[in-house]
């Protein structure tokens, strides 16, 4: 009953620390960056282009920005 219930654990610890690994490096994009990113690709492959993302307009601050930084 021990072993069964330790390699369960094992199992399920290691799934768990599978999927957390899962996802991609480096800082998060933001949609517009994306955007362009997926055109570029789509570009470099002679796929159709997606729309022509819109340029962001400016960050308005806001009350708890000071919390974040």
């Known amino acids: 009953m021990f072993l069964r219930r330790s390699v369960l654990l094992f199992v399920l610890l290691a799934t768990a620390t599978a999927i957390a690994a899962c996802g991609r490096r480096g800082p998060p994009l933001s949609p517009y960056e994306a955007a362009v990113e997926a055109r ?18 400016a960050d308005k601050p806001f009350i708890l920005d000071g919390l974040i930084e």
């Open 40 to 57: 570029k690709e789509a570009e470099d492959k002679g796929e159709p282009l997606p729309p022509e993302p819109e340029k962001p307009v």
